[in-house]
Nanobody
Framework: VHLEESGGGLVRAGGSLSLSCLASGSPISNYFVGWFRQPPGKEREFVAAVLPNARGTNYADSVKGRFTVSRDDARSTVYLQMNSLKSEDTATYYC???????????WGQGTQVTVSS
């Protein structure tokens, strides 16, 4: 599966951004789809995910209540709505798709999100 993210940019603290991830090469309804991020100088970390067939969602504690992940399988697209952004949300955000949670899966090239304080 080829993944391409879009929607990153520069925003002030307290603002909002919406990320999109378009998948091509395979239907995505049976995949776990989600977002990870890598802050400058740190390891990549989990942000949010949607279970196959939209059966549920999971979020990192640091983004609960501020970020919303969703999927549109008909459009092969995954979204991440980010509200009340903080400077610590600054990172490169990566879309990820995998058949089982135990797999590494496929990754997009990443999109930069910078939150200025």
């Amino acid at each position: 599966v080829h993944l391409e993210e879009s929607g990153g940019g520069l925003v002030r603290a307290g603002g909002s951004l919406s990320l999109s991830c378009l998948a091509s090469g395979s239907p995505i309804s049976n995949y776990f789809v989600g977002w990870f991020r890598q802050p400058p100088g740190k390891e990549r970390e989990f942000v949010a995910a949607v279970l196959p067939n939209a059966r549920g969602t999971n979020y990192a504690d640091s983004v609960k209540g501020r970020f919303t992940v969703s999927r549109d399988d008909a459009r092969s697209t995954v979204y991440l709505q980010m509200n009340s952004l903080k400077s610590e949300d600054t990172a490169t955000y990566y879309c990820n798709m995998r058949r089982t949670w135990a797999e590494v899966g496929d990754w997009g090239q990443g999109t930069q999100v910078t939150v200025s304080s």
